[in-house]
């Protein structure tokens, strides 16, 4: 990103900052799905491919903290084995979700 | 009682004056003496050998040794009388004087007592007054912040709102009058070209005016913050030079720029800031110069930036000018459009930037708006080579993204550097689009719908298909990496992606290619 930015890229950057919100409550929505008795593995690999795609927009879009705090919560959820054991993932989600919050 | 005549006389005289009257009593309290002027305290029947308790009522039950004073006894005359009694060896002695003057004494007390209570309930009354009002002020005081925060808030939130849809407006009219202007070489589309230049001009202008109420709100909560950096400030005055330029030129008025430094001129300062600030202050000044000049002045002087805008306007009157400064305010005479908040801003930013704002002006002789601010020098160094522009090859890219965000994002950064740019979001279109047309480069994500990027680089290589791909993906295992560079990617990027570092790869991959 350069320092003095077109309108078109300013809109761009808008438009992602006022997501930001849905992204929030999507995490949300995973952390209460794997809170559920009948969470699955898949759940986690759903989650993890949204932190995925989270890890790299926020990058592009200069949210570097999300960035690397949706990084750190792909590596926890690949980690995960047992949807009985993912204290770990969760609190890196937390982290992510809460990171968003600063900017909604 | 043996006495002198003289003593006899002083005494008489000391009595007289002080107008004491006595009488002594022996120790069965029987009258024994009694000077003649008793009677004019209305004791007619104090005489020697009568008893004091029968004929003065207030010797009744007292006794012939105590030593007792009592003060405001009324006399069987009406008047206020003072009585010592003064035992001696075998006799009392009674004196009796007036209490009038003491009375006088008492009463002028007792009034004096009774205004200065007067006095006090009226302060007490009058602090409490003062008390309320003050609560009602401050009452008003918090309800005006709250007001004035409500409206700041309303404000902030508004323009934000208008901003977003103003830069669409303005991206995509740009865009519209580029494609206009690549169709219509021929000046076909000359008119319509106008037209949304026209369009855009107005959305720049409503744009930055509501960019001037969003810092205002900001600067109303402290929410600004001057950031100091690397600035070249001879770059700085160049680029805002070129920017403000059509506008002197519009209205026929000289733009004077005089610098005192060149390139490239490495200061520490918050470049975006400054830059803002001279904008405002040039805006205003072409705005309001019909004839004449601009001129920009700027110089360095022990780490001190000294910058001059100088116009032949109509200049400000001193009524006026002790009103410029203040938020919204414009003068009613002068029919130039704008939010009054351009200066305000400017005051606002200088002071952040540990400067002054300073405004001279005169009716008829133009205005001079100047400021100093804080910018310790540093040794100019080439720009490092990577902030360096690229050099541009004729490209055409083939995106790759089902994440809208990131490719809208690339194919905007792309085009505005003037690549030619296809977006696909799933892996099967992308394979389609690589069978059925001839690009130079495709940037591809691994986790897509349909096909991943991975199943697309295998049917590439099965089908023959060399066009270079740039795997981009926000996984940085080394094991993705290796697998992607085993199916015949031609470099791996991990996202978030430096646009550069998309062109830089994509230079390489054209030249090994020719």
Not at chain 1, 34 to 57: I, N, Y
Not at chain 1, 82 to 96: C, M, P, S, W
Request: with cysteine; glycine share 6%; aromatic share 6%.
């Amino acid at each position: 990103m350069t320092d003095h930015e077109s309108p078109q890229i300013l809109a761009l950057k808008e438009r992602y900052k006022s997501s930001l919100v849905d992204k929030m409550q999507s995490l949300s929505d995973y952390l209460i799905a794997m809170e559920s008795d009948d969470a699955t593995l898949d759940q986690v690999a759903e989650l993890r491919g949204f932190l995925h795609k989270l890890a790299g927009s926020s990058g592009m879009y200069d949210y570097d903290d999300i960035s690397v705090a949706s990084r750190k919560a792909m590596l926890a959820a690949d980690k995960v084995e047992n949807v009985a054991h993912i204290d770990e993932l969760k609190v890196a989600v937390g982290k992510v979700a809460s990171l968003l919050q600063t900017y909604c | 009682m043996v006495e002198t005549s003289l003593q006899q006389h002083i005494n008489q005289q000391l009595f007289e004056k002080l107008e004491l009257a006595y009488f002594c009593v022996d120790q069965s309290m029987q009258i024994i003496d009694a000077s003649e002027n008793l009677e004019n305290y209305g004791y007619t029947g104090v005489v020697v050998g009568a008893n004091a308790d029968d004929c003065v009522d207030f010797m009744f039950g007292l006794d012939a040794y105590t030593e007792l004073d009592l003060p405001m006894v009324e006399s069987p005359s009406g008047k206020k009388v003072s009585v010592s009694l003064l035992p001696r060896d075998s006799f009392l002695t009674v004196l009796i004087s007036s209490a009038s003057a003491e009375a006088d004494q008492r009463q002028l007390l007792q009034q004096k007592a009774n205004e200065n209570e007067l006095l006090v309930e009226q302060q007490i009354k009058l602090m409490k007054q003062l008390e309320n009002a003050s609560e009602m002020l401050e009452q008003k005081n918090v309800q005006l912040e709250e007001a004035s925060r409500l409206q700041t808030s309303f404000l902030s939130g508004v323009s934000h709102e208008f901003r977003t849809p103003l830069t669409s407006i303005i991206g995509y009219t740009n865009l519209v009058k580029q494609a206009l202007q690549s169709a219509g070489d021929d000046g076909s589309e000359s008119d319509k070209v106008q037209h949304i230049g026209a369009v855009q001009r107005s959305s720049k202008h409503l744009l930055s005016l509501v960019e001037n109420l969003l810092d205002h709100g900001k600067l109303d909560s402290d929410e600004i913050i001057v950031r100091p950096k690397e600035t070249d400030l001879a770059e700085l005055f160049n680029d805002v030079e070129l920017l403000l330029k059509p506008l002197s030129d519009g209205k026929h008025i000289d733009f004077i720029v005089e610098l005192g430094f060149e390139q490239p001129m490495i200061v520490v300062t918050d470049d975006s800031r400054l830059r803002q600030c001279l904008i405002n202050l040039l805006g205003n000044a072409i705005k309001f110069t019909d004839s004449g000049s601009v001129r920009l002045t700027a110089k360095l002087s022990d780490d001190f930036l000294k910058v001059g805008v100088f116009d032949t306007g109509p200049g400000i009157s001193q009524e006026n000018l002790a009103k410029i400064k203040l938020p919204f305010w414009q003068a009613a005479d002068t029919g130039k459009a704008g939010t009054g908040l351009g200066l305000t801003i400017t005051e606002r930013i200088v002071e952040l930037m540990g400067g002054e704002l300073e405004i001279s002006s005169e009716l008829g002789c133009g205005t001079q708006v100047s400021f100093e601010i804080p910018a310790p020098q540093l040794d100019a160094e080439p720009k490092p080579v990577e902030s360096q522009m690229l050099p541009f090859k004729q490209a055409k890219i083939l995106l790759a993204e089902d994440d809208y965000d990131i490719a809208d994002l690339i194919v905007m950064m792309l085009s505005e550097r003037g690549y030619e740019v296809s977006h696909v979001d799933n892996g099967e279109l992308a394979l389609n689009a690589l069978e059925n047309q001839e690009f130079d480069f495709v940037l591809m994500d691994i986790h897509m719908p349909i096909m991943t990027g991975y199943d697309v680089l295998r049917e590439l290589q099965v089908k023959g298909i060399k066009t270079p791909v740039a795997i981009m993906s926000a996984s940085a295992v080394e094991s993705d990496r290796a697998k992607a560079e085993q199916l015949g990617c031609f470099d791996y990027l991990i996202k978030p992606v430096e646009i550069d570092d998309v062109i830089r790869i994509m230079n390489l991959a054209i030249d090994q290619r020719a």
